[in-house]
């Protein structure tokens, strides 16, 4: 009878006449071994496990395949000991498929590292972000901006998944909001995003849409002043007819990692990244080998430091289930194999949607079993310091117009000066002319804004010793092309009492090269100034070949000589006071002068 209700589908009906069964017949092992198979189709796992356990005690030699099942649903149950004995026994028997050797091989591996794990915990207090974040729906796949002004997340009602916003306000969430009619839609279904740190761009994923490629896309939308534009499936290379879902896009724009199963991989989900060049996106790459397993890896999340990505995956060694794992990224740019965030962090059941404040001291998450508000709560914990990505911080600017005030969409650029690099590249806000870019905590670099019609802002400056909690705030004014008006230009370096441009000097010349390049018809005076320490006529010579020497490199690339001249002040012309460290320093500097149009 119980054949017929299992043929037929009829599971309840089977379950009922098999315990008959074993209940006439408390010996009857076959009954055992069938009640625990559709236990475990009905996911009763505690209720299947003790059917195999019968099994095994009323005859060892049974069948072999009940100490693989029983081994894998104890790992699940967090009885890892039991699993790994039952485990073991199973690969004493002869002739096992290799698939299965492999797959019983990776169970023995997760009960390994879990009694290892639970003996050695972890630091983990998480908190409920609260009534203003979570109710009795499902709330999920936290982000937040940089400056922790605003947090993302999907909300679950009715099947249908939206996103909803909330603002900090005194350090306290406020009771969030539906994000954008623009972006959600009560016909489809709009999660696992990721925000630009600037809160700008929302990359997320839309399923079943008319204009997308697969069953699921990815699509990018840009603010617009309090609202969302409309989004953009962001098309081939990136999506393809298969499923590519949860973005994560780096600090600087140009890296965009997302899960897909599309061929190429090594197992179902793979996690790929792609790079935006001067073309789009280019071809997606795998991870790789110390990323991706033959299982699945998904919810990746690549911090701002760039080199610090967190994950989750059931194909390295965890707690059962998917555990979330961090990688960093070693010297010769390769992803190293991962780290299992530990225990209690991660459990027997599945742990994703792991993502961190721009500080790396705090992570968000959701769970459905740390009795919150019902379904899956949003969570923030403190991250144990070994788990933490590299120190970053945050720099805030504003760019308005030197005369007017007016907020200025402008080019701007931030240079690692001991890399000669770019790490940051966009645009000032058109509406608030404001721009905010992530970096790393404890460097020198160097800042360069620019915009048609006006002389382009140079500076440099230095986040040694810069607390990362709290934001570098910069305020530049832009200075229309006017004759007279000047630029310094703080990203020239020389050597003490030398000439010779030194190589951190490259980045700010290109952009002076661009300048006159754009502008075929300007005029202008290079100069070389100094402080008062030293031989006047030396301090003359020396900032005249200073300045001789960038004059040489504008022609080299070009610039027509009879659109530039050079000249030494040494002291004569200083722009601080010269009896402090800080205003001489200011004092020793090249700059530019507009002197015909």
Not at 44 to 60: A, G, M
Not at 148 to 176: C, M, P, V
Not at 531 to 541: A, E, I, M
Request: glycine share 8%.
């Amino acid at each position: 009878m119980a054949n017929t209700n299992l043929d037929d589908h009829m599971y309840d009906e089977a379950v009922e006449n098999l315990q008959k069964s074993v209940e006439a017949d408390d010996k009857f092992v076959e009954a055992h071994a069938v009640l625990g198979d559709v236990l475990r189709q009905m996911r009763r796992y505690k209720e299947s496990i003790d059917q195999f356990h019968k099994v095994i005690v009323l005859n060892p030699e049974f069948n072999r395949a009940v100490y693989l099942k029983v081994g894998e649903l104890e790992v699940n149950s967090a009885q890892y000991e039991l699993a790994q004995h039952h485990l073991e026994k199973y690969l004493t028997y002869p002739n096992i498929t290799t698939q299965n050797t492999y797959y019983a091989q990776k169970l023995i591996a997760d009960c390994k590292f879990s009694i290892q794990a639970i003996a050695h915990p972890v630091a983990f207090k998480p908190i409920n972000l609260g009534p203003e974040i979570n109710t009795p729906a499902d709330e999920y796949l936290p982000v937040a901006t940089a400056d922790e002004g605003t947090l993302i997340f999907t909300r679950k009602i009715n099947n249908n998944e939206d996103f909803y916003k909330s603002s900090k306000l005194n350090s306290k969430w406020q009771t969030a909001t539906y994000l954008s009619d623009l972006i959600n839609t009560p016909q489809y279904n709009e999660g696992a995003e990721s925000i630009s740190q600037d809160g700008k761009y929302l990359f997320f994923t839309g399923c079943n849409r008319p204009d997308g490629l697969g069953r699921c896309d990815i699509y990018i939308a840009q603010k617009k002043g309090d609202d969302w534009g409309k989004p953009v499936d962001l098309s081939p290379p990136v999506n393809t007819t298969g499923w590519e879902s949860q973005p994560s896009i780096s600090a600087d724009g140009k890296t965009l990692y997302f899960v897909s199963n599309r061929k190429g991989g090594y197992g179902g989900y793979d996690i790929w990244k792609s790079t935006l060049g001067d073309k789009g996106w280019g071809e997606p790459e795998n991870l790789g080998p110390n990323i991706n397993t033959i299982y699945d890896e998904q919810s990746p999340f690549i911090h701002p430091d760039d080199s610090t990505f967190y994950f989750c995956s059931n194909g390295w060694p965890g707690l059962g289930g998917k555990d979330l794992f961090v990688s960093r990224l070693s010297k010769d740019g390769k992803w190293q194999k991962p780290e299992n965030l530990g225990y209690p962090i991660n459990s027997s059941g599945d742990e994703n949607g792991l993502t961190l404040t721009a500080n790396g001291s705090y992570a968000f998450f959701s769970s459905n079993n740390l009795n919150g508000f019902g379904g899956y709560d949003i969570y923030t914990f403190e991250l144990p310091p070994n788990l933490r990505p590299n120190l970053v911080t945050y720099v805030k600017g504003t760019v308005n117009d030197a005369k007017t005030k007016a907020p200025l969409e402008a080019a701007v650029e931030i240079i690692d000066l001991q890399k000669n690099q770019p790490v940051f590249q966009d645009y000032s806000d058109a509406d608030e002319g404001d721009f905010l870019a992530t970096l790393t905590a404890g460097k020198n670099y160097g800042l360069n804004i620019s915009k048609s019609g006006y002389l382009f802002y140079s500076a440099n400056f230095s986040l040694v010793g810069h607390e990362p909690k709290t934001a570098f705030n910069i305020a530049v004014l832009l200075d229309p092309i006017e004759i007279g008006n000047k630029v310094v230009l703080n990203n020239i370096f020389f050597d003490t009492n030398k000439f010779d441009l030194k190589p951190e000097s490259v980045a700010e010349l290109q952009q002076l090269l661009s300048f006159l390049t754009l502008n075929p018809t300007l005029h202008i005076e290079i100069s070389g100034h100094t402080d008062n320490v030293g031989n006047d006529q030396l301090n003359q010579t020396l900032s005249q070949n200073r300045a001789k020497s960038v004059y040489q490199y504008l022609i080299d690339n070009k610039i027509d000589a009879g659109r530039l001249v050079f000249k030494g002040y040494g002291k004569t012309q200083p722009i601080a006071v010269n009896d402090t460290d800080e205003g001489r320093q200011k004092n020793r500097r090249t700059e530019f002068k507009i002197i015909a149009k």
